[in-house]
């Protein structure tokens, strides 16, 4: 009995000694390593948690908390148990198809489409209307590549206006879901002529301005398409940012923080491809679509 309850209290040293509480020097060095390392802005709030034992010999894990901007965030860092290194591993689930996850999480439903309707591939696109990158990846994508692919991928488009920089994105993105609602062929006349043409159309909008240059472009459209006028007007000044806010939700959920941002059946791209790229990456969809997955 004596030497169980010996055994049990070395144990309980044991343990306090293996995660003992970090010393204000070793928590200040972490915490400045964290802030280095995530580029945090500098008035995000760092939280370290408590050690315990970790898979890695010599290691101990310590979550770390980070808040800032009104998200909130926690990483597991591995941590010396002398206190002097610090690692950040990602552990990759190879029972999970990061591409198939990607597309689990993007919602097709009811968006502007262009291509093969039941096509095996999609190009889903988080697009800014009065991005320049976006418009040349747009011409890139429409006019040079897709001639080639037309009948065996689909596009979809996504609203991703980045306010900050393009104060009329946003209104071109809503009154283009207005054209969108009435014919999707008025949709893409709208969407091919202000990708083709941002500079003129920013002319018109400038910066405070009512952004009417926007809704009258529609309603030309819209007339050269045969959209009744009623409905579309109505639309136009509703200006109901639903759609555009959830697409922009839905990219944040996927990591898109930037225009354009592209994915091919899952596989996320970023910035302005090449024309020889693009068509890499479609072709090995393609493949890949076509390809029996295992047990099929």
């Not at 964290?34 to 101990?60: C, H, K, M, Q």
């Not at 909130?72 to 190879?94: H, P, Q, V």
Request: glycine share 6%; net charge negative; charged share 25%.
């Amino acid at each position: 009995m004596v030497r169980s309850l010996s055994f049990v209290f070395l144990s309980a040293i044991l343990m306090a000694q293996q995660f003992a509480p970090l010393t204000p020097e070793l928590q200040r060095r972490i915490e400045r390593q964290v802030r280095a390392y995530t580029e945090v802005p500098p008035d995000a709030r760092i939280s370290l948690g408590s050690r315990s034992a970790s898979n890695f010999t010599g290691y101990d894990n310590l979550p770390v908390t980070i808040e800032g901007n009104g998200t909130k965030r926690s990483l597991n860092f591995l941590l010396a148990k002398d206190g002097s290194k610090l690692l950040y591993m990602t552990e990759i689930n190879l029972n999970e198809d990061p591409y198939a996850r990607n597309m689990r999480r993007i919602d097709l439903t009811g968006r502007p489409w262009r291509g093969a309707q039941d096509a095996n591939v999609s190009v889903v696109v988080y697009d800014d209307f009065e991005c320049p990158f976006c418009a040349k990846m747009y011409v890139t994508l429409m006019n040079e590549v897709m001639v080639h692919y037309r009948d065996r991928v689909k596009i979809v488009m996504k609203d991703f206006p980045i306010t900050d920089a393009h104060p009329w994105a946003t209104r071109a993105a809503i009154d283009a879901h207005c054209l969108a609602d009435e014919d999707l062929r008025a949709y893409w006349d709208f969407s091919d002529y202000v990708h083709t043409h941002q500079a003129e159309v920013s002319a018109k909008s400038k910066v405070g301005s009512d952004l009417n240059a926007i809704d009258t472009l529609a309603r030309e459209v819209g007339q050269k398409d045969g959209v009744k006028p009623d409905a579309l007007q109505a639309c136009l000044a509703l200006q109901d940012p639903g759609k555009v806010e959830s697409s922009m939700a839905e990219g944040k959920s996927l990591g898109v923080s930037a225009t354009p941002t592209m994915f091919i059946n899952g596989q996320e791209l970023d910035g302005v491809l090449s024309p020889e790229n693009l068509r890499l990456a479609l072709d090995r969809a393609l493949s890949e679509a076509a390809t029996p997955k295992a047990g099929q």
